[in-house]
């Protein structure tokens, strides 16, 4: 499995690169994408075919889902790279009605996106087989439906465990349980106190969920502009002794 950060900037798109997105490919089928943020279609067109991709979101805030819309324009309309037949989309069940509204023509229409994805439905705990990875979402705690994502491949056994967007909860945990590589965000920078709950986590908890979950290698990611990596990053040492990582626009890891 590859893994490449197309953008992990937390809660908006930076100077230094995209809004939440990443590239998953396997040993045989089609590239997945999971989350779209603004400025991720830009750094995709650079690695991949954006008409060769199935597409996943763990959930709809603006800062993982919109270019979206984009992507459908490439896909229907590109005079040599249109799409050349269905591929998979998964994520909350409001997903095709709320991305329809935008990308719809006139106001109160909703944009029929069946011609290009086949919309799936996360269940929480229900696997997905998508291309050669088999994605098992868990709800996390969120101010609208979200979820963490489990992606494996049963031609490897490797394990990539995806936090999305959440405040404190077991699913935190058990998401990212012996996962080889954990992405996981790290809103509130070094430690949350004066916080808001049920939201986002800190630097010093997404090192100790990796730590509770056994994981190989820890990526920190969703970082606002404002927030000091370098603090987060010392944060998540106080709680895990393995390897960690600050993520990047452009880091590509082979799990």
Known sequence: MKLTILGCTGSLGAPKGPASGY???GTRGPAVIMDFGPGTLAALQQVQDPADAHVM???LHADHC???PSLMVWRRYHPASAAPARNLCCGPVDLPARMGRLSA???GEVDDM??????VPWRNGEPETIADFTVTPYSVVHPIEAYGLRVEEPSTGRVLAYSGDTGWCDN????ARDAD???CEATWGDEPAGKPEAMHISGQEAGRAARLAGVRQLVLVHIPPWVDDQATLEAARSEFDGEILLGHAGMELSI
Request: net charge negative.
């Open 23 to 25: 590239l998953l490919r």
């Open 57 to 59: 979101f763990s959930h």
């Open 66 to 68: 919109m270019d979206f």
């Open 105 to 107: 023509d006139i106001e």
């Open 114 to 119: 069946s011609d290009s994805f086949a919309f």
């Open 172 to 175: 935190l945990v058990e998401l």
């Open 181 to 183: 590589v954990f992405l």
